[in-house]
């Protein structure tokens, strides 16, 4: 993690976040759930290194991507959705 900030795009909301952090940790930043399974519960992070699967959000428009195992870049586009 560096001093550097760069901004990310989270459902409807900008974020101001130090480069080199997960997504799942900006997430943290935000009172949202991760993303609906298909049963129709809420998931969120849970272990954090990349095991569970339970943190996956789309980036960049790109499905089920691991939020706590993807670094955070410049302009970044998360959605909860799917
Ligand atoms: S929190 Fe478990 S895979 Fe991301």
Redesign the pocket.
Known sequence: VSAERIRIHINQHVLEVPAGISV?AAMAQLPLPSRRSVSGQWRA???????????RVQIDGKAQQ????TPVREGMQVSTDG
């Open positions: 799942a992070p849970f272990c954090g290194m990349g095991i569970c699967f339970e943190c691991r939020a706590c195992m």
